[in-house]
T-cell receptor, first 113, second 116 residues
Framework: KQEVTQIPAALSVPEGENLVLNCSFT??????LQWFRQDPGKGLTSLLLIQSSQREQTSGRLNASLDKSSGRSTLYIAASQPGDSATYLC????????????FGQGTTLQVKP | DVKVTQSSRYLVKRTGEKVFLECVQDMDHENMFWYRQDPGLGLRLIYF???????EKGDIPEGYSVSREKKERFSLILESASTNQTSMYLCASSRGRGGAPFETQYFGPGTRLLVL
């Protein structure tokens, strides 16, 4: 059974720092991995989707990498800003797992001005 | 831009009431999903649908049912609400026909349900 783990559960950094959020999954047979952002009391916003054949995806100050063989993904946020404060969730589509995203518990990020 | 809307942001209901949560998407997506989100448990899939009048159980379907009479609308029904169904409910949709569900899922703003 696929399990997705995100460490740390919470992170607080000063504005301007570069930071890395970690995601690990137990079954490397995945179709893709997604990173989402969730603001308090709101829905999820998709940030990046990495197909299993890809190593990384970039969007602005965000860069997500995928190492399928080791079951790991990282989300790199450059030059963090207070507006980046939110919960970041990773999720995987596993093979044979049609339509079912398996989510991690999330990392809650606070960027202090 | 994809827009997924949910009928209510906040709901307060009594134990035993029948509760309807509505979700509408405007991008002609084939796939729609209902999740609940609880502290410490993360997001869990309740039901999903690949097509009109089609539904599949997720990981925690007990106590819930769904209806998809039209492609753009997916309803979650709590037949007899209980206090353990107090939660944040999130609807999502994605493009792609059944069997190609690996597209990005787009989420609605969520409905926070309190059952007293």
């Amino acid at each position: 059974k696929q399990e997705v783990t995100q460490i740390p559960a919470a992170l607080s950094v000063p504005e301007g720092e570069n930071l890395v959020l970690n995601c690990s999954f137990t079954d490397s047979a995945i179709y893709n991995l997604q990173w989402f952002r969730q603001d308090p009391g709101k829905g999820l916003t998709s940030l990046l989707l990495i197909q299993s054949s890809q190593r990384e995806q970039t969007s602005g100050r965000l860069n997500a990498s995928l190492d399928k063989s080791s079951g790991r993904s990282t989300l790199y946020i450059a030059a963090s800003q207070p507006g980046d404060s939110a919960t970041y969730l990773c999720a995987v589509y596993g093979s044979g797992n049609t339509g079912k995203l398996i989510f991690g518990q999330g990392t809650t990020l606070q960027v202090k001005p | 831009d994809v827009k997924v809307t949910q009928s209510s942001r906040y709901l307060v209901k009594r134990t035993g009431e029948k509760v309807f949560l509505e979700c509408v998407q405007d991008m002609d997506h084939e796939n729609m999903f209902w999740y609940r989100q609880d502290p410490g448990l993360g997001l869990r899939l309740i039901y999903f649908s690949y097509d009109v009048k089609m539904k599949e159980k997720g990981d925690i379907p007990e106590g819930y049912s769904v209806s998809r009479e039209k492609k753009e609308r997916f309803s979650l029904i709590l037949e007899s609400a209980s206090t353990n169904q107090t939660s944040m409910y999130l609807c999502a949709s994605s493009r792609g026909r059944g069997g190609a569900p690996f597209e990005t899922q787009y989420f609605g703003p969520g409905t926070r349900l309190l059952v007293l």
